[in-house]
């Protein structure tokens, strides 16, 4: 089955200064991976997703990139805020009733 | 409000005992999961159902049971709690079973004693 790895566990940046955190995926038939965001004590919530037919997706500070060959994918976060503080979870699914999630990154915007 | 609910938001009980957790979407999708979170913040899929019927169940005990009563609710029968059971429970709803998009709930802080 499909297994996917998420790197840091941990990531502290500096307020303004970009994160970037990076997943592999094992299933070469995965085709969807989408990035989720949970805040202290909240329910995670998606934020950003791509398709394997792209290589890459923005949506304002945050972007996505997907390299299939190598199968993996990242998410860059520009700019960073505050509120960007939390824990982040990338996912790859191969049948579209499954997802397999990574084991979060939790981000510390440090002021 | 349109969103995925769940009740109780915490659940402090004695080993042993049986607990239900209940979720319900007003999303109108039909597609409705329960997913286990560790003090890892590991996120597990336990279970899957479309349109009440069951499609993943992803080699929870028998312990669990879920029920489906109608595509708008997923509810969780824990029978016989252990130690082990206690984390953060999410109920979460998809458009359809080929939606990807997952909706999630606010989660249930189970603590087993």
């Known amino acids: 089955g499909e297994n996917v790895e998420q790197h840091p566990s941990t990531l502290s940046v500096q307020e303004g200064d970009s994160a970037v955190i990076k997943c592999t995926y094992s299933?070469?038939?995965?085709?969807?991976f989408p990035w989720y965001k949970q805040e202290l004590g909240k329910r995670p919530q998606l934020i950003i997703d791509?398709?394997?037919?792209?290589g890459e997706k923005k949506d304002q500070r945050i972007a996505v990139t997907l390299n299939k060959t190598a199968k993996h994918f990242s998410l860059h976060i520009t700019e960073t805020q505050p509120e960007d503080s939390a824990v982040y979870f990338c996912?790859?699914?191969?049948?579209?009733?499954?997802?397999?999630f990574g084991k979060g990154t939790r981000l510390h915007i440090l002021p | 409000d349109t969103a995925v609910s769940q009740t109780p938001k915490y659940l402090v009980t004695q080993m042993g005992n049986d607990k239900s957790i209940k979720c319900e979407q007003n999303l109108g999708h039909d597609t409705m999961y329960w997913y286990k979170q560790d003090s890892k913040k590991f996120l597990k899929i336990m279970f899957s159902?479309?349109?009440?019927?069951?499609?993943i169940n992803e080699t929870v005990p028998n312990r669990f049971s879920p029920k489906s009563p109608d595509k708008a609710h997923l509810n969780l029968h824990i029978n016989s709690l252990e130690l082990g059971d206690s984390a953060v429970y999410f109920c979460?709803?998809?458009?359809?079973?080929?939606?990807?998009?997952?909706?999630f709930g606010p989660g249930t802080r189970l603590t087993v004693l």
């Open positions: 299933d070469s038939a995965s085709n969807y």
């Open positions: 159902y479309n349109n009440k019927e069951l499609i």
């Open positions: 996912a790859a699914s191969q049948r579209d009733d499954k997802i397999i």
């Open positions: 979460a709803s998809s458009l359809t079973q080929r939606d990807n998009a997952r909706f």
């Open positions: 791509i398709r394997s037919n792209v």
